[in-house]
Structures are given as structure tokens and as C-alpha cells.
Nanobody
Framework: VQLQASGGGLVQAGGSLRLSCAAS????????MGWFRQAPGKEREFVAV????????YYADSVKGRFTISRDNAKNTLYLQMNSLKPEDTAVYYC???????????????????WGQGTQVTVSS
């Protein structure tokens, strides 16, 4: 299984970025797919999750209304559209795939089976 995250970069506050996560080696549509992020000196934190094809989406309060998670099962790709970016959004963003993630564990990194390598997002003020 391989998850390849891309799309990060340097952007000014208020700007936008779109992250992608290309998955291979798994039945993509059967997996819960999530985005997490980790800032320097901080623990990895939940950002957003998509519960399989046609499933519900959930967001961390800190990104609700600004970020949108989506997936294209035909392309085995997960996306994160990030708008109105803030300096506090600066972090390495990781995509994750989980086969049997239950609802109460959607925001827990340990519940996921596979991780991408991360892509750096830096928001300047």
C-alpha cells in the first residue's frame, strides 16, 4: 500500500491550496480516508475525514468552513481543498487510510492503517 501526498507549498494568509493523496495497493473505496497535520513540537492532529464512497465527512473545529475533503474513487485519490488559510495552519499534512475505523475513533491517528509521507504547508502572515 502506498499513499502519496502532494500539493503543499508556501502561501500567504488568506490564500488557498489543494492537497492530493494518490493511493495504490488497496481497495480505495473500502477505506476511510483522513487528513491529519503535525506542526513542529506538536502532536499529530486530526483535520478531516471522509467515510468511504458517498459517506459522511467530518472536520476539526479549527478548519470547519474553510477546508473541504473529497475523494475520487475512480482515480484512487483523496483531496483537501484549503481556503482562507491562516498561519496556524502551517504544518506537515498527512493522508491516512483505515479499513475498520469506527465512528468514535475517526479523529485518532492510531485507528488508521496506512500513512502517506506528508506534504509541507506553510502559511505566511
Amino acid at each position: 500500500v502506498q499513499l502519496q501526498a502532494s500539493g503543499g507549498g508556501l502561501v500567504q494568509a488568506g490564500g488557498s491550496l489543494r492537497l492530493s493523496c494518490a493511493a495504490s495497493g488497496l481497495t480505495f473505496s473500502s477505506y476511510v480516508m483522513g487528513w491529519f497535520r503535525q506542526a513542529p513540537g506538536k502532536e499529530r492532529e486530526f483535520v478531516a475525514v471522509n467515510k468511504r464512497s458517498g459517506g459522511s465527512t467530518y472536520y476539526a473545529d479549527s478548519v470547519k468552513g474553510r477546508f473541504t475533503i473529497s475523494r475520487d474513487n475512480a482515480k484512487n485519490t483523496l483531496y483537501l481543498q484549503m481556503n482562507s488559510l491562516k498561519p496556524e495552519d502551517t504544518a506537515v499534512y498527512y493522508c491516512a487510510a483505515g479499513r475498520g475505523v469506527i465512528h468514535s475513533q475517526l479523529s485518532y491517528p492510531d485507528a488508521y492503517d496506512y500513512w502517506g509521507q506528508g506534504t509541507q504547508v506553510t502559511v505566511s502572515s
